[in-house]
Nanobody, 120 residues
Framework: VQLVESGGGLVQAGGSMRLSCAAS????????MAWYRQVPGKQRELVAG???????NYADSVKGRFTISRDNAKNTAFLQMNSLKPEDTAVYYC???????????????WGQGTQVTVSS
């Protein structure tokens, strides 16, 4: 089972960017998914989360600018980022709680990360 992020890159302040996170492998059920971000020297922080039922939560710093969503048929989560600021620059990681076939518990799985750079 793996998560693969895509969509990062360089954007000017005020611009938009959309990240994708695709899960693949022997997946029985994809439960909660979330986006985190990390800058050098700081702890990884939660940006946004979405449950299997579609309930969402956001860090205060991104409320009103970022939107998390998911396509359960494609085992994919998205993070739409609008009105980007230089302080949004970070490596963004996808996380998912995955139930694999034959397991009675969920497995917390991380993607490899994708760099988002917002220039001023």
């Amino acid at each position: 089972v793996q998560l693969v992020e895509s969509g990062g890159g360089l954007v000017q302040a005020g611009g938009s960017m959309r990240l994708s996170c695709a899960a693949s492998g022997s997946i029985f059920r994809l439960n909660a998914m979330a986006w985190y971000r990390q800058v050098p020297g700081k702890q990884r922080e939660l940006v946004a989360g979405i449950t299997g039922g579609g309930s969402t939560n956001y860090a205060d710093s991104v409320k009103g600018r970022f939107t998390i969503s998911r396509d359960n048929a494609k085992n994919t989560a998205f993070l739409q980022m609008n009105s980007l600021k230089p302080e949004d620059t970070a490596v963004y990681y996808c996380n998912a709680e995955i139930r694999v076939y034959g397991s009675a518990t969920d497995r917390s799985t991380w993607g490899q990360g994708t760099q988002v750079t917002v220039s001023s």
